[in-house]
């Protein structure tokens, strides 16, 4: 039942993606708004029907809370990010963040550790936790693979007006509008949040198995189907190449690891086909 209510909500959650380009103006924002918020369902409730109350719960703490917090910080004060506002088209605010942001924190940091998880050996349940080079290079991982994701999501979001820098300098090279203080901001609150989340959500958290094939799937798809939209339909030529080049510490590494599973799953499949008596197999 996990796999098919995920799947499902990942269906409805490309379609409306596949959607933005095809819109402009409110009609734009409002579906930005909803795919926030399916992207919100989809993962908390794949933590909860997969993994229980606990790890749902430690994900909306961690992700959810935690994002609001460092929002309200960052709107407030500049610090981690830069100053920056946020303009009227994302709905309602809470101490000046609109309420889908912390939901986007949320949205792609649970595919973002499982996908971490699957690549530093977590195939089958825990026994004694990860050692310590496996719980750094996990850390690492996720980190990364949901930091990264800003790189495509700031300049886009810049692009369209959901916010404002009031000082973009220094900035990536085409990325004006965004400053480097932005993504060094999403990794240090990246580290923070993916350091806290195993502790709180227990060692259910430390394992993946088929369950997860939609958040991978979700993983995957966010990373291909961002290149393609910034570079051919976003024009956002230079957010498609830093995109790629940093979502790719994860992203490719899991590509190829579902690639070579796939494999073995086949060649496990033909050495275990029964032979049929009385067939001649040189013919």
Not at 38 to 57: F, N, T
Not at 185 to 213: I, K, Y
Not at 229 to 240: E, G, K, M
Request: hydrophobic fraction near 50%.
């Amino acid at each position: 039942m996990t796999r098919r209510i995920s799947w499902t909500l990942l269906a409805v959650l490309v379609l409306a993606q596949i959607c933005y380009p095809l819109t402009t103006g409110a009609t734009r924002a409002g579906l930005t708004v909803a795919t926030v918020v399916l992207g919100w369902l989809l993962s908390v409730g794949h933590a909860l029907l997969s993994r229980g109350p606990r790890v749902a719960a430690a994900l909306v703490t961690v992700a959810t809370g935690g994002g609001f917090a460092i929002e309200a910080i960052g709107v407030a004060t500049g610090v981690p990010f830069g100053s920056y506002d946020y303009s009227g088209e994302l709905g309602p605010k809470l101490a000046g963040v609109p309420l889908i942001i912390p939901l986007a924190w949320t949205w792609m940091a649970w595919p973002a550790w499982l996908a971490a998880v699957r690549l530093t050996g977590g195939s089958a349940p825990a026994g004694g936790g990860a050692s310590a080079g496996r719980w750094v290079g996990r850390i690492a991982l996720a980190t990364v693979g949901l930091a990264a994701w800003d790189l495509f999501l700031d300049p886009q979001m810049v692009a369209e007006g959901y916010w404002l820098w009031r000082d973009a300098t220094p900035a990536l090279p085409g990325l004006a509008g965004v400053p480097v203080s932005n993504y060094l901001g999403w990794l240090l609150f990246a580290v923070l949040m993916m350091s806290a989340l195993r502790p709180l959500a227990g060692p259910a958290a430390e394992h993946t198995d088929r369950r997860d094939d939609p958040m991978v799937g979700l993983y995957l798809w966010t990373y291909f189907s961002s290149i393609l939209a910034h570079a051919v339909f976003l024009d956002l030529p230079a957010s498609a190449l830093w995109g790629a080049a940093g979502m790719s510490v994860t992203a490719v590494p899991l590509t190829v690891t579902l690639l070579r599973a796939h494999r073995g799953r086949d060649t496990r499949r033909e050495d275990h086909q029964p032979h049929r008596p009385g067939v001649d197999a040189t013919r």
